[in-house]
């Protein structure tokens, strides 16, 4: 099922999100869902906080990302995951969120990360991710800490955006996919 995706502006994308507990009912269907919604907007990534679910998980599928590169693409759930360190030179990429559709900015990560999580049959898994799988997921885990792309912006940047912002905000954006704005 798609789930609308909520929009920049709304309470759940700035707050942390809390633990699943192991024994949560429905887990599976929301990840399929959580899929599906994501595949259906054309992102790479979507974290629950965006379907308007205050949980600490998010699904990535790298595959549109990598397709020309020699990267292997992932597609997997994150289930309540932990960045352990982040290491390597910095680079910045063009970032985008389906949360702020339209607005997109150069954005500086670490290009390695050091992670732990539970995949979706509740195995807890510790690896490294680089290049845009790493990317993808400091994107997505900060969506789990109250954190959008749009934080990292300081002074002009971030002043030039705030009309567009706004314009989000009160549902004045094009999209083809379906979203939840604020009342």
């Given at each position: 099922?798609?789930?609308?995706?909520?929009a920049?502006?709304?309470?759940?994308?700035?707050?942390l999100a809390?633990?699943?507990?192991?024994?949560s009912?429905d887990l599976?269907?929301?990840?399929?869902?959580?899929?599906?919604?994501?595949?259906r907007?054309?992102?790479?990534?979507?974290?629950?906080?965006?379907v308007?679910?205050?949980?600490?998980?998010?699904v990535?599928?790298?595959?549109?990302?990598?397709?020309?590169?020699?990267e292997?693409?992932?597609?997997?759930?994150f289930?309540?995951?932990?960045?352990?360190?982040?290491f390597?030179?910095?680079w910045?990429?063009?970032?985008?969120?389906?949360?702020i559709?339209g607005?997109?900015?150069?954005?500086?990560?670490?290009e390695?990360?050091?992670?732990?999580?539970y995949?979706?049959?509740?195995?807890?898994?510790?690896?490294?991710?680089?290049?845009?799988?790493?990317r993808?997921?400091?994107?997505?885990?900060?969506?789990?800490?109250?954190?959008?792309?749009?934080?990292?912006l300081?002074?002009?940047?971030?002043?030039?955006?705030?009309?567009?912002l706004?314009?989000i905000?009160?549902?004045?954006?094009?999209?083809?996919?379906?979203?939840?704005?604020?009342?």
């Amino acid at each position: 099922m798609i789930l609308p995706i909520v929009a920049y502006g709304d309470p759940v994308l700035k707050k942390l999100a809390k633990d699943i507990p192991q024994d949560s009912a429905d887990l599976k269907t929301i990840i399929a869902n959580m899929f599906e919604t994501m595949e259906r907007a054309q992102g790479v990534g979507l974290a629950a906080p965006q379907v308007g679910l205050g949980i600490r998980l998010f699904v990535i599928d790298s595959t549109p990302m990598v397709a020309d590169e020699d990267e292997a693409p992932i597609r997997k759930a994150f289930i309540n995951p932990v960045l352990l360190d982040e290491f390597g030179e910095e680079w910045g990429m063009e970032e985008g969120c389906l949360s702020i559709p339209g607005v997109r900015a150069d954005i500086y990560r670490p290009e390695k990360v050091g992670i732990k999580y539970y995949d979706e049959h509740w195995k807890e898994i510790t690896e490294e991710l680089d290049g845009f799988a790493a990317r993808i997921f400091q994107h997505e885990y900060d969506h789990l800490e109250g954190i959008l792309f749009t934080d990292y912006l300081r002074g002009l940047q971030k002043r030039l955006l705030k009309g567009k912002l706004m314009d989000i905000t009160k549902g004045r954006v094009d999209v083809d996919y379906r979203m939840r704005f604020i009342k």
